[in-house]
Every structure is written in structure tokens, then in C-alpha cells.
T-cell receptor, first 110, second 113 residues
Framework: QKEVEQDPGPLSVPEGAIVSLNCTYSNSAFQYFMWYRQYSRKGPELLMYTYSSGNKEDGRFTAQVDKSSKYISLFIRDSQPSDSATYLCAMSHTGNQFYFGTGTSLTVIP | DTAVSQTPKYLVTQMGNDKSIKCEQNLGHDTMYWYKQDSKKFLKIMFSYNNKELIINETVPNRFSPKSPDKAHLNLHINSLELGDSAVYFC????????????FGPGTRLTVT
């Protein structure tokens, strides 16, 4: 079983929709939870991260961590065509080494 | 100005060959990484160097050897290439050992035929 599981999609939504992206994990020692955005043919870029449980909001993006269920989510409100990318979740217990999901491909249709 | 650069961008080669991928960062960071991303977008760390010292060495075949001539460079040399080595290889760097701060390069797409 992989440390981190992520539905690869693809996910296609109309512009303005709310997008929900999710990951599950098996290692209860994970404390750092990250979301990366990767445009086609580019390297991943850090979008948001949270430490331990709870929610974090940044503009149209909200990250949620539910450690009891070993489940994390990224919500994108008022999705835009420029949000079309692959979204990777990543987790760490030490902060030194990350375990990535396989990424979810998102397309926002104008 | 490119923060983390990799050369070449694309590399097509035959099985059994030896090849190198170069990475340079101009951010003054102390830590550099190599990741492998397979066709299913799964990103896995291979190596991490801090101030030219190896700090993470995941289970990769010893055909892969990282070399850090100085803090700004981390090259990846691959011997006896195999079909399964085909992937996108990303270099990254961070100011400290905290990967939360890491910046990724544009990737090198390696195809082994």
C-alpha cells in the first residue's frame, strides 16, 4: 500500500465551480501536509501547507486536514481556467522528506 | 532569471548508455534534491544534498549517482540506462533542509529506447 493515495482523475469542471481534491494516507505520524500545483511541462510549485490538523485559507484556496480519518482536502472556489493543472498532495512526518500522491489532473472549462 | 535550471530539457537515449543531467540553482540555497516523476505523475525523492553532503539517499539502483561539485550544483549521473528509467527528473533546492521551501526546476524528460 502506498503511503499516500490520490485519485488521478481527470477532473473537468465548468468555470466558477467549486473543486474538491482529496488525498488519503496510511502513516499516522504525518504532521506536514502540502498541496502543490504543477502546470504541464513545469515543475511543481507549493500552493499551501498545513501543520497538524485544521483548516487553512488563502484566497480562493482552502486546505483541510482530518487526522482522525487520515484524509486531506483542497477546495478551490470560483475556479478559473488558469487553475487547470495537476494538483499533488504531499506529506511528511519529519519535515525533511516528503511523500507525494500521484496527482489529480484538473481542467476548468471556460 | 531562472532560479533552478536543468540541462538538458529532453534526453532520448538507448538502453545501456550512460548519461548525465545537470542542475544549477542561483538562489544561494544550501540544500538540493533530485526527484523522479513517472508517467502516472508519482513524484518520488531520490537524493538530497545539504552543503555538498548527502543527507537523503532513497532506495534507488546504484546505477544512479549524484555529484555535487559545489553548493549551487547537483548533477545526476545514470549508468547502464534501462527502459524503466524513462521518466521526468526534477531538481529542486531549498534554503534550509526544510523541503517546504523548495523550488523545483523545469524537469528533464528522459526517454530510454
Amino acid at each position: 500500500q502506498k503511503e499516500v493515495e490520490q485519485d488521478p482523475g481527470p477532473l473537468s469542471v465548468p468555470e466558477g465551480a467549486i473543486v474538491s481534491l482529496n488525498c488519503t494516507y496510511s502513516n499516522s505520524a504525518f504532521q506536514y501536509f502540502m498541496w502543490y500545483r504543477q502546470y504541464s511541462r513545469k515543475g511543481p510549485e507549493l500552493l499551501m501547507y498545513t501543520y497538524s490538523s485544521g483548516n487553512k485559507e488563502d484566497g480562493r484556496f482552502t486546505a483541510q486536514v482530518d487526522k482522525s480519518s487520515k484524509y486531506i482536502s483542497l477546495f478551490i472556489r470560483d475556479s478559473q481556467p488558469s487553475d487547470s493543472a495537476t494538483y499533488l498532495c504531499a506529506m511528511s512526518h519529519t519535515g525533511n522528506q516528503f511523500y507525494f500522491g500521484t496527482g489529480t489532473s484538473l481542467t476548468v472549462i471556460p | 532569471d531562472t532560479a533552478v535550471s536543468q540541462t538538458p530539457k529532453y534526453l532520448v537515449t538507448q538502453m545501456g548508455n550512460d548519461k548525465s543531467i545537470k542542475c544549477e540553482q542561483n538562489l544561494g540555497h544550501d540544500t538540493m534534491y533530485w526527484y523522479k516523476q513517472d508517467s502516472k505523475k508519482f513524484l518520488k525523492i531520490m537524493f538530497s544534498y545539504n552543503n555538498k553532503e548527502l543527507i537523503i539517499n532513497e532506495t534507488v539502483p546504484n546505477r544512479f549517482s549524484p555529484k555535487s561539485p559545489d553548493k549551487a550544483h547537483l548533477n545526476l549521473h545514470i549508468n547502464s540506462l534501462e527502459l524503466g528509467d524513462s521518466a521526468v527528473y526534477f531538481c529542486a533546492s531549498s534554503r534550509t533542509r526544510n523541503p517546504l521551501e523548495q523550488y523545483f526546476g523545469p524537469g528533464t524528460r528522459l526517454t530510454v529506447t
